[in-house]
């Protein structure tokens, strides 16, 4: 993708800034600048669990994105990562989380 816009970001900022979203009301405007990237790559996805506001954040900025792609990262052997996406296509019946985890 030559001249792609690619943001690349901890999962935990970018659930840290949509919560500070909801405290000043600019969570739209913030969900927007998630959107606007063509590659938007969300790092250490699994390291922390994701309480119900988290979980549907993600959600939301994950499913405004449609069109454009998305790549999730985890090195945290602890916790497989489809617990956290169950967490999230259970919150808001999400179809398709799909998570390739970089271990044996």
């Given amino acids: 993708m030559p001249g792609a816009h690619v943001r690349f970001a901890k999962?935990?900022?970018?659930?840290?800034g949509l919560a500070?979203?909801?405290a000043d009301r600019t969570w739209d405007e913030r969900i927007r600048e998630l959107v606007?990237?063509?590659v938007l790559i969300l790092d250490d996805f699994t390291m922390r669990q994701l309480n119900a506001t988290q979980a549907d954040d993600?959600?939301?900025s994950v499913s405004e994105r449609q069109g454009r792609s998305l790549?999730?990262?985890s090195?945290?052997?602890r916790t497989p990562p489809t617990r956290t996406a169950s967490a999230v296509r259970s919150r808001k019946r999400l179809d398709v989380v799909g998570i390739l985890?970089?271990?044996p």
């Fill in 11 to 16: 999962t935990s900022r970018i659930l840290a």
């Fill in 20 to 22: 500070g979203g909801h």
């Fill in 36 to 38: 606007r990237p063509d």
């Fill in 58 to 60: 993600l959600y939301e």
């Fill in 71 to 73: 790549i999730i990262t």
């Fill in 75 to 77: 090195n945290d052997r």
């Fill in 101 to 103: 985890p970089s271990w």
